[in-house]
């Protein structure tokens, strides 16, 4: 298809461009899945294009600032005062433009919302100021939250330097595992308030709403430890809620979703679990 | 556009006589006096709203809380919200209306002289209300401006008094938006048809009807928030089968009109100078007011584009993204209209001048990212980062709030009858500009790179362009005081402005009373042909 061939011919020039380079400091991940690629080629484009337009804008504006000085002896031209065609064209020209950067975004879009056929569905529900995962069908639940060492450094007048502290507001006791190369669909909704789930590496930004449940999908292509954070205002702790993803071979998750299975089965029976305590708290191995 | 007729050398020959004492402002009626009162209250609520935003750039100038706790940095972030948009530059286009319509116009004064002195006096009560709350027990609102139920709903004692600050500023400013309205319906000189009325005058008629539209839908919202809050209602609360979703569709439906209502005066503002000091007539004037009433349309159909991450259909997704792709259409126009008017024109750089050029490249900026946040999948993104918060930046500070400096600078000599420091109001454009960018630029990597908005604290990897952007926050703001001095030098005296101002041949009527305007002007209407 010409459109794929397109972004894929877009994303390889981009990301062999070094000033470009993956983890940037001041641009958009490429990211790790099929959509956030191509996210990131729409985002390109939009970029390359506003700086088009931008350069003959501001080039007009610039030529008018030099050339038509009053101090160089610039005398005005007050004939010049409308011009239907002027007109016409300036409006042709960029609704023009608009049909062909609507048309690559709305296949994205298309794509981005087909949740249908994945292989694994999480449930997420954000929680002041936690996120919780629930693999449904697999009886494994856990909630995730701040890491002990960066939740101590981000007390006010902590005296620890952040940047001794790994991954600093990013990192998790738990995070969530999931497979390489499988349609994962999550289900969000919110317990108290509004959350937003983001992971940048993905292109998915989701909001959990309290008595909505949202869904979204990715299928992450590298195997590695993702992060990203709530994005939608919740309360004091906003930003102190992130969101870590290990994503594992096809393998090495069907182990840790059989060690998750056995503790789960030794937690449930333990003497009368608290309601809160019902919810295994593992970790990965 | 229009020719004024030499003979209406105005008002000051019966009755220059203003009331005395603090009686003359508490009971004015005088346009003259109430726009002098909202921008001097504007100016205020401008400062204090900046403070706040300096506290903000203060705790993320380097990763770690120094200074504030977490819940306190929400109210910074949220009361700065609603002091910037509410307290200071809504109320300085409405001085700005009150000053100049009239005057342009050729009107004696406002069509409702009382109603524009209730429609002031409701703000400073609004504003200590709103202010005040801050000092409850448990602190001002911290749910940010857009007050997103169910997290509004946990705010304490703060919570109805942001409401009914909210209350009353919609009420001040639907009093207003009608007064401008009646104003410039009825009390046009004669002669003056309204495809010759001066664009400042087309811009806050098309606002003024904004404003009428949605003030009261924001201020149904918020009362529903309340009833939920106080008298057991589920509007928003799903446990009570209400729907969180709908308070941002109604909010929303509010909320984009309102940042057209933020803009569209500022875009008045610049078709006025821009022609000034280009020495010709505005290009496309008609379709101008065109463009103006189809942005004014397109506001209210294209409000859900600010919450694509609440899980919307696809068709609704599609449709807000398309209409929203419109608006750069008629804004397009606006942008070559400017640049056209300068085109073989005979341009100078006075104050007035170079404040509108910083808009017009500034502003197109902010422009582009909007476009940006149009398409879906990328708003995905986006939403919610850093790179919106220096998108709405970009249109607001050198967008409106650098409008209402030009503005400021254009019309000042015409308050005040003197001519302010050129060099000084210089200065002040050139270190605004260069900080302005130095503060939000920055602000479009770090929400590319990931930093959400309203946290207080951040990863080590965000640190240098925060650091940067503080830098240019403090800058910025202190480089306003040279502003408010230049204001208070030209007030105390200085080399007598005449009744033109500035060396160009300006159609505007507001030229052909003296400077400083006479407390009363155009007793008789002048003559428009």
Redesign the interface.
């Known amino acids: 298809m010409f459109k794929r061939k397109f972004i894929s011919a877009l994303v390889a020039l981009v990301a062999t461009t070094p000033v470009l380079a993956y983890e ?6 490429v990211g790790v899945t099929p ?1 956030s690629r ?2 990131y080629a ?2 390109m484009t ?2 390359w294009v ?1 700086c088009a ?2 350069a003959v ?2 080039g ?2 610039i030529y ?2 030099i050339k ?4 160089a002896g ?5 004939t ?4 239907t065609k ?2 016409a064209v ?2 042709t020209i ?2 023009i433009i ?1 049909i062909a ?2 048309i690559p ?2 296949r ?3 794509t ?2 087909d949740t249908r056929n994945a292989e694994l569905t999480v449930k997420i529900t954000g929680y002041q100021w936690k996120w919780q995962y629930e693999y449904l069908g697999k009886d494994i639940a856990f909630y995730s939250t701040l890491s002990t060492d960066s939740n101590e ?6 005296g ?4 001794t502290v790994k ?4 990192s998790v006791d738990h995070p969530l595992v999931v497979p390489v190369d499988t349609k994962v669909r999550i289900l969000l909704t919110g317990n ?3 959350h ?1 789930w ?1 992971m ?1 590496d993905f ?5 959990a ?4 449940i ?2 979204a999908w990715f299928k992450v292509l590298k195997v590695g430890h993702y992060t ?13 809620m992130p969101i870590a993803v290990d994503v594992f071979s096809k393998e090495d998750f069907e182990r840790w979703i059989a060690a998750q299975q056995a503790a789960t089965k030794v937690a449930h029976a333990a003497p009368e679990p608290s309601p809160g305590e019902a919810i295994a708290m593992t970790s990965r191995p | 556009m229009k020719t004024v007729s030499t003979n209406n050398v105005s008002a000051d020959r019966h009755d220059d006589h203003k009331p005395s004492g603090i009686g003359r402002w508490l009971f004015a009626t005088n346009h003259k006096d109430i726009g002098t009162m909202y921008l001097v209250f504007s100016c205020i609520m401008f400062f204090i709203g900046g403070a706040m935003a300096l506290a903000i750039r203060a705790e993320l100038f380097r ?9 306190f940095y ?1 109210q910074m ?1 949220t009361n700065h919200a609603l002091v910037m948009i509410f307290g200071a530059v809504m109320p300085a286009f409405v001085g700005l209306a009150n000053w100049m319509i009239p005057l342009q116009i050729g009107a004696p004064d406002m069509a409702l002289p009382r109603m524009n002195n209730y429609s002031f006096w409701i703000l400073p009560f609004a504003f200590t209300l709103l202010l005040g709350s801050l000092f409850t027990p448990s602190g001002g609102p ?3 401006w857009t007050m ?1 139920p ?2 509004s709903l ?1 705010s304490g004692n703060s919570f109805p008094m942001m409401i009914f600050a909210v209350h009353l500023m919609g009420a001040s400013s639907i009093m207003g938006a009608i007064n401008v309205i009646v104003t410039i319906l009825n009390m046009r000189a004669p002669g003056m048809s309204l495809l010759k009325l001066p664009l400042f005058c087309w811009t806050w008629l098309i606002t003024a009807y904004l404003l009428i539209a949605v003030m009261p839908v924001l201020a149904g919202a918020v009362t529903m928030l309340l009833t939920d809050h106080y008298f057991g209602t589920s509007f928003f609360n ?2 009570g089968g ?4 709908m308070f941002q569709h109604i909010f929303w439906f509010f909320g984009h009109p309102e940042v057209y209502i933020l803009i569209l005066p500022a875009f008045g503002i610049v078709s006025e100078i821009i022609p000034t000091f ?4 505005m ?5 101008m007011v065109y463009a103006t009433a189809s942005i004014a349309f397109l506001s209210f159909i294209v409000w859900a584009h600010h919450m694509f ?3 919307m259909p ?1 068709a609704g ?2 449709f807000f ?2 209409s929203t ?2 608006i ?2 008629p804004t ?2 606006k ?2 209209n400017w ?2 008017t ?7 750089f006075e104050p007035p001048m170079l404040f509108a ?1 910083a808009f ?2 500034l502003f ?2 902010g422009g ?1 990212s909007g ?2 946040l149009a ?4 708003d ?2 986006y ?3 850093y790179f919106v918060v220096a998108h709405f930046h970009y249109v607001l500070v050198p967008g409106a709030i650098f409008a209402i400096m030009a503005a400021v600078y254009y019309w000042l000599p015409k308050w005040t009858g003197t001519m302010y420091d050129m060099t000084l109001a210089k200065w002040h454009f050139w270190v605004s500009t260069v900080s302005v960018n130095v503060l939000f630029f920055p602000q ?2 770090l929400g ?3 930093m ?11 640190t ?2 925060n650091m940067v952007s503080s830098v240019g926050g403090f800058v910025f703001g202190f480089s306003q005081l040279v502003f408010v001095w230049v204001i208070i030098k030209a007030v105390r005296g200085g080399p007598p402005a005449s009744a033109k101002v500035w060396d160009a041949d300006m159609p505007g009527l507001e030229w052909s009373v003296p400077s400083p305007a006479p407390y009363h002007s155009f007793d008789t209407p002048p003559d428009v042909h």
């Open positions: 940037s400091s001041y641009n958009m991940p959509i191509e996210v729409l985002h939009m970029f506003c337009i931008a804008v501001f007009v504006m008018s600032i038509f000085r009053k101090s610039a005398i005005p031209d007050k010049l005062l409308h011009s002027m007109e300036w409006t960029p609704v608009l950067l609507a975004a709305a994205t879009l298309v981005i919302e450094a981000r007390q006010l007048h902590s620890i330097d952040v940047n991954d600093y507001l990013l108290d308030v509004i937003s983001w940048p292109g998915v930004k989701k909001d709403i309290p008595g909505f949202n869904e990203g954070q709530c994005t939608e205002l919740c309360g004091r702790d906003h930003g102190f | 990763p770690g809380m120094q200074f504030f706790d977490p819940g929400n972030v911290a749910g940010g997103y169910p997290l946990q799903p446990a209400g729907d969180p979703v280009s020495r010709k007539p290009f496309g004037y008609d379709a991450t609440v899980g696809l997704q599609m993204m398309m792709m419109l750069a259409v397009g126009v942008v070559f640049t056209t300068m085109w073989k024109g005979s341009l100078s050029l017009l490249f197109t900026i582009f476009l940006m398409i879906v999948p990328a995905y993104q939403q919610d980062t479009h990597f590319l790179a990931g959400p908005r309203r946290i207080p604290d951040y990863n080590v990897q965000f240098d362009w």
